[in-house]
């Protein structure tokens, strides 16, 4: 060791003697430090839940300058001379909350809490930069942030409130039309669109921050000394200067430069890599420095992809409009580089260096000419960026002593132009699928190629040049011919193997091409403009082909929210219908909110790590574990025979093991655990357990399960009507399919569990993320051997669960419980996302197949459909999914003669489980995609097809449940006018008509879905209520608070019931010791159910206090508790609550299996770039029947959230799985949910009016999983513009377009002649990367 690290927290000083370079600050801060209000969400730095602001003084600029961060890939040892801000260094709910916390919670911005802080932080680290942001700014600010549960919209609104341009002059202005002077019209049960009073934020104050410590300023300005570090397996140097840095790679050639670590700390994370060496020369000077030559710009290896940024702005300012083609170009790259926090630490030598094949900036670089300078002991060379550059994948031509010192940009001159394109899966923070830079220079005042260049990424293992098509075209005139030239040279250029890794293949070569079409475009238009200045004619571009010149930009999202008020005359007190902010919102966004892995550690506390099986069906022929067993830390490996009880688990029938016993069947089935002193520990540990098989086929896809019948029983089936006799009558008949692919949940926070056994009689506690405690404790009894009673779960709050947590979390709770009974110790496990990802399944993938008869008016007669879901290797809950697809396959729609069909897939793939909608949204799915088709055949609207097909009031189900207070008519009229649907059609066909590459689309949807849980006993709920001697009430129910607001609307509907303010009312947790035999928080129905045993047992109660209210009227609460109390009166009841008159059988197709229904509709508008496959959502108008809300801001957060939940499963989250069954998305990085910009630009949510629903509590109605299918409407809208799109091919008619409506899928569906020059590779021919399952 030589120096020590110092930094501070929060403004206190740490000094750390014995850094460990292998540590992130987040390790340090959540365990070292106990602040444990940053959280971990991927440690890749793909979801932004980590987020710290880092401030440094900067000696060249004399200022301090403050960045938002990854703590989960910031080495400790990086953080010498810095001071770190962490949610709980800005406020607290104890103190004083920050403005910033205040507002994302009252503007209900924070819903299950767990990405919280970390937006807070990086709208924190952005105010102290900029106090009056831009719009601009705050959502650029949030690229490297992920929330799973809000839909973003109340985010974006509550921080539009600090923006400059946000319409909020922060009470500062405009004195009569400032927004915190607008009241609601809340008193007289009209409609109000205002969810929160922004009169009561507090203003912000720049003064009032935490200052900066004046011992690192004048730290700073000393002489940089060498400091070393040296931990378990790796040391960690900083080297104070150039020598001693060459010095050491010459001494250490393997050394790791890092600056950001935003590679290598992913590499030794997630790819078990080494570097014992690791130096870090962020301090050395000519590696940061930047210089204005002759040429271009000059950079330091080391500078920030931040501060790239932001000198080329800057000198763009400063420069002639024709020097700044390439600066241009690479501040396009930059906007869609990662997130601001990556940008923050990524080094632009970094990303150069690790030379990745779809690195963004090295196209870019390759393209331009850009010159290298590299430098080692021995001396510097220059060298071209060029394809020598990178001789193979990631590697580059530098010798092992020798380091990149830094890069010069130049400029650019009359007659070039230059463009720089990224197409990835998602517009934000993504890695690119194609990435590409293109240089053209002409002759001087002509259109005649003298140079060209263009680089590729994404296309081979290394950045490529298309070195065979640049040279055809030299000297070639800039003209269709060319154009055509160079896309056939392409196509045969850019080829790639048809199982090479990525997938994509058709799509990655049809962008080549396209990409380029763009560039042409573009050139051929700012030629003609630059020629016709200087006199020279020369055709300009067609004004129906301009727009795809255009680069994507969205506007910042207007929303509006209405809803009904509650009626003139109700209490003031009266809370029940208003929108009153979650209750932890608070707590959630100043990180003392406490999730399962704040917990503080126990004393001898140990950590779990699964091992998995790495093949998908295998008989296990041997377990090594020697090498695990003698690895630091290790106590013990846990494997089948450890099970003191029954090995034999599962939710609804015991078809699992919880460690696998003689065969494996999936990838990622849990074979054992390693129990350490440390998660890093346990991991290494845990990759040196060598299991070998005995490999048996597996069963990966639908499609392979179909070919060797591999079916679960039973096979489902609802009939109606006569088919045959439908199909006989109706004019046309058509046939289709659809395939719906599956979702992972990715909750923000994973799976975690920590038992604490209790030493005595087997008693365990179990703290566990889940939504079924019941089911947590009965199992963890069985694989123990003990009776339930000796086992407690409790849950205190999850961070997100969406049917994810309701029972795949036992696989965890399970293992971690029999460790602790094992060792007779507290042991804890959070997995990874990678581990979570892996391990617990998601949404199951469906493929629909319909025969559909109907006539030319687009009535459909007769329908049959068949389901097949993708099941996996367990039964799990997939016959309640399956069933609830098919009670769904209608969707609105009366149709005379159905017959649907449903098989369960039993296959090796981890089973797939519970997830909002529950099979419902793809039972809906598949009704769409008819609709659509008779839309098509009949050449009519899909709307008019919609409207003519949909039920009315008192109509049969083909369950033959008859529809009562049936709004739907409603739902679908207000939301037609609300979105001024008419008006829109017309204007999206006069856009299509000038646009000939990109084109609009327009859809609306309406939706039903029934309410109750389908397997009848689970629709019981429980409630436990004490009122304590002050007049203090604690309230325990059966639910589990996710995010949903559950324990809000509880205390809402308790405080109602016993006519006491919410304040006195507190829940602190769900737990099996207060309320037993709960049902898992789930179908949509926990309000409903828990509501009405709250309000069973509080009704109890009142009756007990009654006399003392009769005998002291004008007493308080307080009085008639202490009468009661002294009288001797019980002051605690429980509640008791089971939904009357539910039953059905599907032998007779007779008895009601749902309660009632909740009912929506929405519009959504689209635009696509059909060059691409890119779109943007223009609009969306949602109108969501909730009954009489029980309070809107929660409903309307749960129904944006949903539907944008509904838009990652309809147009952009994949699931990749290789043939062999191995899941290769598992993380942020590959599998990609909506991000911030994904929101409509223009998102409305009205609640419809007046439709109490007499069938819950306080005429509410259920709405967490109903509004999710409304997204459909999103992906009709854009098989609309697609539709457009393919008229122009001279393609008509119905075509298949399967979930989601990727960006690869919408280019490959516009079919166009760039499709065409490159075919599929035929299937069969060879092995895909990934396969649809
Ligand atoms: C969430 C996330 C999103 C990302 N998004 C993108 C993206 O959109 N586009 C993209 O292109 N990349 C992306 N990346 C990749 C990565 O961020 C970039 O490659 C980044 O520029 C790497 O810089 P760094 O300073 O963090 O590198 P480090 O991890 O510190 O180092 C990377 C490699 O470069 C070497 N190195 C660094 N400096 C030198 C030098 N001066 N001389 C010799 N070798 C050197 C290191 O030894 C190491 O091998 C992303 C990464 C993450 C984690
Ligand atoms: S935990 Fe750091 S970005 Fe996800
Ligand atoms: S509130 Fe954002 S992830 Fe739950």
Redo the contacts with the bound molecule.
Sequence with gaps: MEGELLFFVNGKKIVEGNAEPEMTL?TYLRTKLGLTGT?????????????VMISRFNPHKNRIVHHAV????APVCSLHHSAVTTVEGIGSVATQVHPVQERIAKTHGSQCGFCTP?IVMSMYALLRNRPQPSKLDIEEAFQ?N?CRCTGYRPILEGYKTFAVDGGCCGRKGKENDCCMNREAKDNNGGSVSQLYDPSQFKPLDPTQEIIFPPELSRLAKQENKKLQFKGERVVWIQPSCLTELLDLKAKYPEAKLVVGNTEVGIEMKFKNMLYPVILAPTVIPELTVVQHTRNGILFGAACTLTQLEEVLRSSIDDLLPYQTEVLHAILEQLRWFAGR?IRNVAAIGGNIMTASPISDLNPVFMAAGCKLTVISKGGKRVLQMDDQFFPRYRKTALKPDEILLSIEIPYTRKGQYFSAFKQSLRREDDIAIVTCGMNVIFEEETNTVSHLQLSYGGMAPTTILAKETCKMLIGRKWNENLLEEACSLLSKEMTLDPSAPGGSVTYRRTLTISLFFKFFLTVQHKLAGDLKEQGIVLEDVRPDYISATELFHKEFPSCAQVYQAVPLGQNEEDVVGRPIMHLSALKQATGEAVYCDDIPHYKNELFLVLVTSTTAHGQILSIDSEEAMSSPGVVTFLTAKDIPGSNQTGPAVYDETVLADGMVTCVGHIVGAIVADTQAHAQRAAKSVKISYKELKPIITIQEAIECKSFYQPVRSIKKGNLEEGFKEADLILEGEIHIGGQEHFYLETNCSLAVPRGEDGEMELFVSTQSATKTQQLVAKVLGVPANRIVCRVKRMGGGFGGKECRSTLLSTVVALAAHKLKTPVRCMLD?DEDMLVTGGRHPFLGRYKVGFMKTGKVISLEVTYYCNTGNSMDLSLSILERALFHMENCYNIPHIHGTGYMCRTNLPSNTAFRGFGGPQGMMVAESWICDVAMACGIPAEEVRKLNLYEEGDLTPFNQRLEQFTIGRCWEECLALAKYHYRRTQIEQFNRQHRWKKRGISVIPTKFGISFTAIFLNQAGALVHIYTDGSVLLTHGGTEMGQGLHTKMVQVASRALGIPGSKIHITETSTNTVPNTSPTAASVSSDLNGMAVYNACQTLIQRLEPYRTKNPQGTWEDWVTAAYLDRVNLSANGFYKTPDLGYDFETNQGRPFNYFSYGAACSEVEIDCLTGDHKNLHTTIVMDVGKSLNPAIDIGQVEGAFMQGVGLFTLEELRYSPQGILLSRG?GMYKIPAFGDIPTDFKVSLLRDAPNEKAIFSSKAVGEPPLFLAASVFYAIKDAITAARAESGLNGPFRLDSPASAERIRVACEDRFIKMCPPPEAGTFRPWAVQV
């Design positions: 987040l959280k971990l969400g991927c440690a890749e730095g793909g979801c932004g839940a980590c987020t990854n703590a989960c890939l970390g490297g992920l926090q996302r942020p």
